[in-house]
């Protein structure tokens, strides 16, 4: 699993840098985005609509979001 660190990185960067990740990844791979802005969350799950999507507030503020390729 490939982690992408998004802490404080505002929209489109945590975008852009699934996106490349995605590129070498293959159908079921997962990437985790870690990120501190809601606004964020929000953003990965409109734009990567066609995967599987969860996420985790594994603390106050600070969330964990895992896209499956598919």
């Given at each position: 699993m490939k982690t992408i660190d998004c802490l404080g990185d505002m929209c489109p960067i945590p975008?852009?840098?699934?996106r490349r990740a995605m590129k070498t990844?293959?159908?079921?791979?997962?990437?985790?985005?870690?990120?501190?802005h809601s606004c964020v969350l929000e953003s990965i799950i409109s734009n990567f609509k066609?995967?599987?999507?969860?996420?985790d507030?594994?603390?106050?503020?600070?969330w964990e979001i895992f896209i499956e390729k598919t």
């Amino acid at each position: 699993m490939k982690t992408i660190d998004c802490l404080g990185d505002m929209c489109p960067i945590p975008i852009i840098k699934i996106r490349r990740a995605m590129k070498t990844m293959k159908s079921g791979e997962v990437v985790k985005a870690v990120t501190d802005h809601s606004c964020v969350l929000e953003s990965i799950i409109s734009n990567f609509k066609n995967h599987k999507i969860t996420h985790d507030e594994v603390i106050n503020g600070v969330w964990e979001i895992f896209i499956e390729k598919t």
